[in-house]
C-alpha cells in the first residue's frame, strides 16, 4: 500500500490536475487498487471497502478513491482559472 500511495497516486493525480480525464479508466484503477488493499488488511473481496477509507487510527488505510479525487482535481482547476489575473 506504501508503494501505490508513493509512486501511483502522485502519477495519477499529477495527470487529473492537468487535464479532463475519463472516469471509466479510474474506474478500473480503483477496483484494482480496492482488491490489493483488500488482501493487504486479509479481507474477503466480498467485504465491504469502508476499512480501505478509514483513518489510520481507526484501523484503516486512508485511501481515497481515484474517481473522487478526479472530481477534486477538476473543481481546483476550475477555481484556478477563475482565480487567474488573465480574465
Known amino acids: ?6 509512486f501511483i497516486l502522485p502519477r ?4 487529473l490536475k492537468n487535464g ?3 472516469k471509466r479508466p479510474l474506474n478500473l484503477v480503483d ?3 480496492k482488491g490489493i488493499g483488500k488482501g493487504c488488511l486479509t479481507l474477503p473481496q ?5 476499512h480501505l477509507y478509514l483513518r ?4 484503516g488505510l486512508n ?5 473522487v479525487l478526479a472530481d477534486f482535481s ?4 476550475g477555481l484556478r482559472l477563475l482565480q487567474s489575473a488573465h480574465l
Do not use: C
Not at 12 to 15: A, Q
Open 74 to 77: 477538476q473543481i481546483l482547476l
Open 46 to 50: 466480498r467485504a465491504s471497502v469502508e
Open 12 to 15: 495519477v493525480s499529477f495527470h
Open 20 to 22: 479532463i480525464v475519463q
Open 63 to 67: 485511501l481515497m478513491t481515484i474517481y
Open 31 to 33: 477496483k484494482d487498487i
Open 1 to 6: 500500500m506504501d508503494a501505490i500511495k508513493t
Open 56 to 59: 489510520y487510527r481507526t484501523g
